[in-house]
């Protein structure tokens, strides 16, 4: 064999060849996936906001195949931050390497889809099991430069990432809750504790809903700690660490958060103008006016619900964390010296898969300005 790759090289044809489910591949491709939506040897599906959620997909993958378990960020019964580990199997809901395993990506989740009307949001990866067609969990992935502006002058364990949520993420946030009220005792449950919020006449109006806020707040965070026990993974966040203009030594890692968890990226007491709501606020007060409609009618028009109750506010984002502030939330060893090292992104993009890359993203051009990554 190494004869025969001597020879090619000697002939400047270059083949790369990766043993991956026992088996020599030579097309472009991502470790762990065998099946999904996306065919890896096309370089449309290298490009702009694909590559972005089906490399961390197969991050998770590599990790699970060494053991290492990404960080998980939730709450506790008290419903206080609770950071801990969870494994790519438990993020999945599957092994992330079986034969059985479908990468399913840009697609409608059946779990979620039966709590809203209106026009059908595609989330960022659903995986299936292919032996019974089922759609095991349906999961938001952001990928995430460290540091961002806002840190990059600090220390390193001051680093931090800005995460930005969409409208969408709302919707499945509530959908996520919604499916821990399953019956009826736990749904008027859920509604006595919604009911604790005094009567609103005018929910699009900010002056009538910010004298209530605070008891929409405490609602809704009450609903968590209800819930804590059955919290569920919700966002997928990989890191990428640079150094100066270059990537890390160590520079990849994952961060889960589950569908509580993200509540906290809400939970703002800083920089509120009195008489004003923030996109923060707005986010919470939307997760409120959802489960209350859910609890009335058993689905909630997500569309209509962030339409009429913008508060001033543009509705392209729910919000976006700036990093002096997702550091306070995942503060730890691995987002100071993440756990995956730049020399083994080339076990991760395989059969050359680099090279159809376009540096249209942060990340991508950080591969493509490191062709020595994949020496």
């Given at each position: 064999?190494?004869?025969?790759i001597?020879?090619?090289?000697l002939?400047?044809i ?7 489910n026992d088996?020599?591949i ?8 065998r ?9 449309k599906?290298?490009g ?5 959620s ?10 699970y195949?060494?053991?290492v ?5 939730k709450?506790?019964?008290h419903?206080?931050?609770d ?29 979620f ?15 299936m099991?292919?032996d ?8 938001e992935?952001?990928l ?6 806002t ?16 409208p ?19 749904k ?6 919604l009911?604790?919020?005094p009567?609103?006449?005018?929910w699009?109006?900010?002056?009538s ?12 965070m009450?609903?968590a700690?209800?819930?804590w ?7 997928v966040?990989?890191?990428w660490?640079?150094?100066?203009n270059?990537?890390?030594?160590d520079c990849l890692d ?20 009195k ?25 909630f028009?997500?569309v209509?619900i962030?339409?009429?109750?913008s ?7 729910a ?10 939330l995942m503060?730890?060893k691995?987002?100071t ?22 540096p ?8 493509v300005n490191?062709p020595?990554i994949?020496?």
């Amino acid at each position: 064999m190494a004869g025969i790759i001597k020879y090619l090289q000697l002939c400047h044809i270059r083949f790369i060849f990766v043993v991956m489910n026992d088996k020599f591949i030579d097309r472009p491709g991502l470790f762990g996936q065998r099946h999904s939506s996306r065919d890896y040897s096309l370089a449309k599906n290298w490009g702009k906001n694909i590559f972005n959620s089906s490399f961390p997909a197969s991050l998770i993958a590599y990790m699970y195949s060494k053991n290492v378990d990404p960080v998980y960020i939730k709450t506790d019964i008290h419903g206080r931050i609770d950071k801990g580990y969870i494994s790519g199997e438990d993020v999945f809901g599957i092994n992330p390497l079986s034969d059985r395993a479908y990468y399913n990506f840009e697609a409608g989740f059946s779990s979620f889809e039966k709590f809203y009307s209106g026009n059908r949001e595609k989330i960022d990866l659903v995986m299936m099991d292919m032996d019974t067609n089922a759609s095991l969990i349906g999961l938001e992935i952001k990928l995430t430069a460290l540091p961002d502006n806002t840190t990059k002058n600090e220390a390193e364990d001051g680093y931090g990432c800005e995460i930005v949520v969409r409208p969408p993420t709302i919707c499945f946030l509530a959908c996520s809750i919604c499916e821990a009220y399953n019956d009826e005792e736990s749904k008027n449950r859920l509604r006595r504790i919604l009911n604790k919020v005094p009567k609103i006449y005018h929910w699009n109006e900010t002056s009538s809903v910010v004298p209530h806020y605070e008891k929409i707040e405490s609602a809704v965070m009450e609903v968590a700690r209800d819930i804590w026990d059955r919290q569920q993974p919700l966002i997928v966040q990989p890191i990428w660490k640079m150094s100066g203009n270059k990537l890390a030594d160590d520079c990849l890692d994952v961060f889960v958060w589950s569908n509580l968890a993200v509540l906290h990226m809400c939970y703002e007491k800083e920089g509120r103008r009195k008489g004003e709501i923030s996109r923060f606020q707005r986010a919470l007060i939307w997760v409120y006016l959802m489960l209350k409609d859910f609890v009335d009618y058993d689905t909630f028009d997500y569309v209509r619900i962030i339409k009429e109750h913008s508060y001033e506010n543009a509705n392209d984002k729910a919000f976006a964390l700036p990093g002096r502030s997702s550091n306070r939330l995942m503060r730890s060893k691995e987002l100071t010296h993440p756990r995956i090292r730049k020399k083994e992104i080339k076990n991760i993009i395989l059969g050359g898969g680099q090279n159809l890359l376009s540096p249209e993203r942060r990340f991508d051009a950080a591969l493509v300005n490191n062709p020595d990554i994949f020496d």
